[in-house]
């Protein structure tokens, strides 16, 4: 089922095989139903400052750093970057309207395809934008024994956030791997374009209102259409990465 993403994975990379030994998460959209808050507080953000960022175009922007969200906005709106102090009130309303909201639930098939992931010996990652303090507190609150702090990168570790392939090439630093030893699980454009940037093979979950050839534009490597059919596939596409 998988067979023919997997060989032009392998093709294009020059490799022989995929060695799997972990698994990199992006972790709004993906593990948590977070987005729609996201781009709402995004889109009431801009308003406030006179400034427009619909919804959908927010789901565009997904996986930017803040300050990169606000540029791309500022310059197309104003004609110039927005200046630090303004990036920091603008960045502060939005985490404030964000957290004015119900928090999100685990996203459903998240849970369960990390647990089978865990059976079969793989180190779960997650690479995010999030600069959230209490990340790992409410990661390890919906995902028990799962996350560590060595083993993220988050806003606070880059340089240069998605697409830029330095979050998911810092992932692979952290965990000493290689780039055929491990698979990256995305549904964002941009964080698609990172994880193929890195030369890792990149699952596509569609969780959100883009059209799938947004993510497919990007590269990915396979395309589902949410974590539930993830959890419900892992196991076949874990034996055909296998035996690669």
């Given at each position: 089922?998988?067979?023919?993403?997997?060989?032009?994975?392998?093709?294009?990379?020059?490799?022989?095989?995929?060695?799997?030994?972990?698994?990199?998460?992006?972790?709004?959209?993906?593990?948590?139903?977070?987005?729609?808050?996201?781009?709402?507080?995004?889109?009431e953000a801009m308003k406030h400052y006179g400034m427009h960022l619909s919804c959908e175009e927010a789901?565009?922007?997904?996986?930017?750093?803040?300050?990169?969200?606000?540029?791309?906005?500022?310059?197309?709106?104003?004609?110039?970057?927005?200046?630090?102090?303004?990036?920091?009130?603008?960045?502060?309303?939005?985490?404030?309207?964000?957290?004015?909201?119900?928090?999100?639930?685990?996203?459903?098939?998240?849970?369960?395809?990390?647990?089978?992931?865990?059976?079969?010996?793989?180190?779960?990652?997650?690479?995010?934008?999030?600069?959230?303090?209490?990340?790992?507190?409410?990661?390890?609150?919906?995902?028990?024994?799962?996350?560590?702090?060595?083993?993220?990168?988050?806003?606070?570790?880059?340089?240069?956030?998605?697409?830029?392939?330095?979050?998911?090439?810092?992932a692979l630093e952290k965990a000493g791997l290689h780039p055929n030893e491990a698979i990256v699980v995305?549904?964002?454009?941009?964080?698609?374009?990172?994880?193929?940037?890195?030369?890792?093979?990149?699952?596509?979950?569609?969780?959100?209102?883009?059209?799938?050839?947004?993510?497919?534009?990007?590269?990915?490597?396979?395309?589902?259409?949410?974590?539930?059919?993830?959890?419900?596939?892992?196991?076949?596409?874990?034996?055909?990465?296998?035996?690669?």
């Amino acid at each position: 089922m998988y067979t023919n993403a997997i060989e032009n994975y392998l093709k294009q990379h020059s490799y022989h095989h995929i060695h799997l030994k972990a698994v990199l998460f992006d972790m709004d959209g993906v593990l948590f139903n977070s987005m729609p808050n996201h781009a709402r507080a995004w889109n009431e953000a801009m308003k406030h400052y006179g400034m427009h960022l619909s919804c959908e175009e927010a789901y565009l922007h997904e996986g930017r750093t803040g300050a990169s969200t606000i540029n791309i906005v500022s310059q197309r709106e104003r004609g110039h970057d927005a200046t630090p102090e303004e990036i920091e009130r603008i960045y502060h309303t939005k985490t404030e309207i964000f957290n004015s909201y119900p928090k999100a639930e685990r996203m459903p098939g998240a849970w369960e395809a990390i647990r089978q992931m865990k059976a079969d010996g793989l180190t779960i990652m997650v690479v995010t934008g999030s600069g959230q303090a209490s990340l790992l507190e409410r990661l390890n609150r919906n995902f028990p024994d799962t996350f560590r702090q060595e083993l993220m990168v988050t806003a606070y570790d880059v340089k240069h956030g998605k697409p830029s392939p330095e979050p998911y090439l810092m992932a692979l630093e952290k965990a000493g791997l290689h780039p055929n030893e491990a698979i990256v699980v995305e549904n964002a454009p941009m964080g698609v374009h990172a994880g193929v940037a890195a030369g890792i093979f990149t699952v596509a979950v569609n969780t959100g209102p883009l059209p799938d050839r947004v993510l497919l534009d990007e590269g990915a490597n396979l395309l589902l259409p949410s974590m539930l059919a993830l959890s419900e596939q892992w196991e076949e596409l874990y034996k055909e990465l296998g035996e690669e």
